[in-house]
């Protein structure tokens, strides 16, 4: 693979040594420099060639500094300049960052901050082309459902979802809340061939243990007081479809074992019913917790979890494929604008950065809920760092200890826990909040925040 071209960068100044000493070190820094020794001839050069980079004194004859600014910023608006000159002043700086100068540097300047600016100036064009690019990448987004992705590992989870959606086994998909595990067995569904027939979701975390089961079963006419006619359950719902049973590591014991017979008999007894209904369903199902470590520790049944997990699907967490978040970033950004009205349509460099640097303990969910709240706030077309949550700074910097150092490692339980507490503190106290950014119920979060003492 060939190295990729050196920025391409034009400077500008009718001072001839002025112009061959900044020529001369933009050279060395590797730099593709053309150097003019007039306004005008720069300004041929913008009209006929491209540039990452423009820096150009302020006071020059005829097409001075300031103009040779305005029509660059016209012919070619991913370039970014830089104006130089001798004759510092504020009112100056001023005016050419209203132009929309990138920096300002007053003569004599030090080596060292000409190619910092320099570094920095290019990194922004960096990233405005790499966002333009994904939000090419975004428009081509076509199809009822997409799980937006440049992650290797993903994509082969992708293909492997692919691959065992027409034979109809059961799956299991595990991973963090709010990696998107609806999103994925939705994607199950519709590249099988019940794909035409009904998906059925139902959070089994949510329920108590006879809502659930009247839910799931549905009841005969008189089961109990108050049911005066008969009603198929979810699973009836499904027939012929799919039924994704999020949460399932949450079922009590007694429903593990009526979900048990239903998928080994594929019959069910509706509550208070005696006669077995026969289904025609596959069954998809999803945890965030270690179902192998419940297994052994009996609060799983061992013949449930192999009757489901016939493949797994492992979802990563969003800070284990950092390059899909600005992906993701302006996938949500298009979804809310457009849902909202609103004409936002680029994220400034540094909101990017450190969206792309922050940890997301809520994973995309979370992603999404940062990119809805920008979008809300946002006042033109750009979605600014102001527009982020204050405390999102404080929680990107947080560092997860290296896993070779035993003291580093605690239990499942333990960094839940920890990580609630974390977003609780981070919404507030707000336990709505708290539970759209994890990724579950507000029951479920309550039933967590009893378990782990957080009230």
Not at 277 to 284: G, H, Q, Y
Request: overall charge neutral; charged content about 25%; some cysteine.
């Amino acid at each position: 693979m060939s190295p990729p071209d050196p920025p391409r960068l034009l400077v500008v100044d009718d001072e001839a040594a002025a112009l061959k000493n900044l020529a001369h070190l933009l050279r060395k820094e590797g730099y593709a420099v053309t150097a003019c020794q007039s306004g005008a001839a720069g300004l041929k050069e913008v009209q006929q060639h491209e540039f990452d980079l423009l820096l150009t004194d302020l006071r020059m004859k005829g097409v001075d500094g300031m103009a040779l600014l305005r029509r660059t910023r016209d012919l070619q608006p991913d370039c970014e300049v830089i104006v130089v000159t001798g004759f510092a002043s504020l009112d100056s700086a001023v005016a050419a960052m209203k132009e929309g100068a990138f920096h300002y540097v007053a003569k004599p300047y030090r080596l060292d901050e000409v190619r910092q600016v320099v570094k920095s100036a290019l990194d922004v064009v960096r990233l405005k082309r790499e966002n333009r690019e994904l939000r090419r990448r975004i428009e081509g987004l076509q199809g009822p459902l997409n799980i937006v992705t440049q992650d290797l590992g993903l994509q082969r989870l992708l293909d492997t979802a692919r691959q065992v959606a027409p034979t109809d086994c059961n799956i299991l998909i595990t991973g963090e809340s709010g990696t998107g595990k609806e999103l994925m067995a939705r994607y199950v569904h519709l590249h099988s061939s019940r794909a035409h027939r009904p998906f059925v979701a139902v959070n089994c975390g949510a329920l108590q243990e006879e809502l659930l089961a009247n839910e799931l079963f549905g009841h005969e006419r008189g089961a109990y007081t108050g049911a005066d006619r008969q009603k198929g359950g979810l699973i009836e719902m499904a027939e012929g479809g799919t039924l994704f049973l999020d949460e399932i590591g949450e079922m009590t014991p007694a429903m593990q074992v009526k979900l048990l017979r239903v998928i080994q008999e594929r019959e069910l007894l509706r509550v208070g019913g005696t006669e077995p209904v026969s289904v025609d369903v596959r069954f998809i199902a999803a945890t965030n917790r270690d179902l192998q470590e419940h297994v052994a520790t009996g609060r799983f049944r061992a013949d449930l979890f192999f009757r489901i997990n016939v493949v797994n699907l492992a979802l990563p967490p969003l800070r284990k494929r950092r390059d899909d978040v600005p992906l993701l970033a302006f996938y949500f950004l298009k979804k809310f604008a457009l849902a909202m009205g609103k004409p936002v349509e680029d994220i400034a460099p540094d909101a990017l950065t450190l969206l792309s640097r922050y940890d997301y303990p809520g994973n995309v969910r979370e992603l999404a809920n940062l990119v809805e709240r920008g979008v809300a706030l946002a006042r033109g077309k750009l979605l600014e760092l102001a527009q982020l949550p204050e405390g999102l700074r404080g929680l990107s910097v947080r560092v997860a200890a290296p896993l070779n150092e035993p003291e580093s490692l605690s239990s499942l339980d333990a960094n839940e826990a920890a990580h609630i507490a974390r977003v609780l503190e981070f919404t507030g106290g707000n336990r709505n909040q708290a539970a759209d950014i994890l990724g579950i119920d507000r029951v479920s979060l309550w039933r967590r925040i009893k378990r782990y003492g957080l009230e």
